[in-house]
C-alpha cells in the first residue's frame, strides 16, 4: 500500500546501544522529517532532509544522526542510545512549497522506543 | 522563530455540546496554521490548515478553525462533539518564508468526551 512506514514499531533497547529506526515513503515527496514525542512537549523537530542527501538539524538534534541516500528512505540512527532518548518517535514527509503554501505533513505511525 | 501555544492540557466535554481548543502563535508575520489530531496509538492526521484568504477554514470531520491577526490566535471549533472525536489535538506553525516547510507544533490538547 502507498504511505509512509515506520519500522519497528516498538524498540527496547540499553544504554549505549546504537539504534536505527526506520522509515519509508511510497509518494516520492522531497521533504521528510523526524519527531520525537514526550509528555509536556508535544512534537520536537530532531531532522529533516529537503531532498536526498539533505539534511538539516531541528530543534534536538544532539544524539541522533540521519541520511537520505534515497528520496523514500530516512533512517534516524541514535549512536549510543540514552535514557532520556525514551520516546515515540515519528517520520513524516511533505511535498515540496508551493506558491499555495507548503504541502501537508503526513505522519507514519510512529516508533516507541524504550531505553533501559 | 515562531512559536505555538496550547493553554489547555485537558478539556473534557460532554457528547454534543460544542467545543473551543486553544492555539495561540508567535511569529513576525502571517503564519501557515495547521491543525491535527491523535487519536491513541496513532500518528497525526491533518485537520484543517491556513495559509491566507477566508480566515474561517473549514477541515474535515465537522472541525473549522478561525486565523484572528489581532488576537495571534487560531482556534479550532466543532459544534457538536462527538465520543469519536476524543484525541490529542496539535496546533502548528510554519513560516512562510524560509525554513522548508518545517513546522512548530504546539504541546498539544487532550480532548475527553462524556457520553
Known amino acids: 500500500d502507498a504511505g509512509i512506514t515506520q519500522s519497528p514499531r516498538y524498540k527496547i533497547t540499553e544504554t549505549g546501544r546504537q539504534v536505527t529506526l526506520m522509515c519509508h515513503q511510497t509518494w516520492s515527496h522531497s521533504y521528510m522529517f523526524w519527531y520525537r514525542q514526550d509528555l509536556g512537549h508535544g512534537l520536537r523537530l530532531i531532522y529533516y532532509?529537503?531532498?536526498?542527501?539533505?539534511?538539516d538539524k531541528g530543534e534536538v538534534p544532539d544524539g541522533y544522526v540521519v541520511s537520505r541516500s534515497k528520496t523514500e528512505n530516512f533512517p534516524l540512527t541514535l549512536e549510543s542510545a540514552t535514557r532520556s532518548q525514551t520516546s515515540v518517535y515519528f517520520c513524516a514527509s511533505s511535498g515540496p512549497r508551493r506558491a499555495g503554501g507548503p504541502d501537508t505533513q503526513y505522519f507514519g505511525p510512529g516508533t516507541r522506543l524504550t531505553v533501559l | 522563530a515562531q512559536s505555538v501555544t496550547q493553554p489547555d492540557i485537558h478539556i473534557t466535554v460532554s457528547e454534543g455540546a460544542s467545543l473551543e481548543l486553544r492555539c495561540n502563535y508567535s511569529y513576525g508575520a502571517t503564519p501557515y496554521l495547521f491543525w491535527y489530531v491523535q487519536s491513541p496509538g496513532q500518528g497525526l492526521q491533518l485537520l484543517l490548515k491556513y495559509f491566507s484568504g477566508d480566515t474561517l477554514v473549514q477541515g474535515i470531520k465537522g472541525f473549522e478553525a478561525e486565523f484572528k491577526r489581532s488576537q495571534s490566535s487560531f482556534n479550532l471549533r466543532k459544534p457538536s462533539v462527538h465520543w469519536s472525536d476524543a484525541a490529542e489535538y496539535f496546533c502548528?506553525?510554519?513560516?512562510?518564508?524560509?525554513?522548508?516547510?518545517?513546522?512548530?507544533f504546539g504541546t498539544g490538547t487532550q480532548l475527553k468526551v462524556e457520553l
Open positions: 502548528a506553525v510554519g513560516a512562510p518564508t524560509g525554513g522548508g516547510n518545517k513546522l512548530t
Open positions: 532532509s529537503a531532498a536526498a542527501d539533505i539534511t
